[in-house]
């Protein structure tokens, strides 16, 4: 059973950054693809971005391309968010998950974090 807790949420303004942690435990999960994904208040959680499980690659959704970045630390079995340049319409809450494949989907996912709260004001 994978266990993955997320940690380094919090409130910022325009244009900063924020680097988000998932740490995984109960199980190793070097060959799992692990996904970032976040839902704002009143909307659907959407996919970020992911590194994964078979070549370590990394794919976003186009509105963070170029200014996530989705990078891994396998000796520490954990998975990081870096998020630059921020926008107000960032805001949501963050969840980290794993999956066995590499896929943007929600329902692919198999594990979950319990969610960190990132808030961007203007």
């Known amino acids: 059973q994978v266990q993955l807790e997320e940690s380094g949420g919090g409130s910022v303004q325009a244009g900063d950054s924020l680097r988000l942690s998932c740490t995984a435990s109960g199980h190793t999960f070097s060959f799992l693809t692990l996904g970032w994904f976040r839902q704002a208040p009143g909307k659907e959680r959407e996919f970020v971005g992911a590194?994964?499980?078979?070549?370590?690659?990394?794919y976003y959704r186009d509105s963070v391309r170029g200014r996530f970045t989705v990078t891994r630390d396998k000796a520490k079995d954990t998975v990081y968010l870096q998020m630059n340049s921020l926008k107000p319409e960032d805001t949501a809450v963050y969840y980290c998950?794993?999956?066995?494949?590499?896929?943007?989907?929600?329902?692919?996912?198999?594990?979950w974090g319990q969610g960190t709260q990132v808030t961007v004001s203007s």
């Open positions: 998950a794993a999956a066995s494949h590499d896929s943007n989907i929600e329902a692919a996912y198999d594990y």
């Open positions: 590194s994964s499980g078979y070549d370590d690659t990394t």
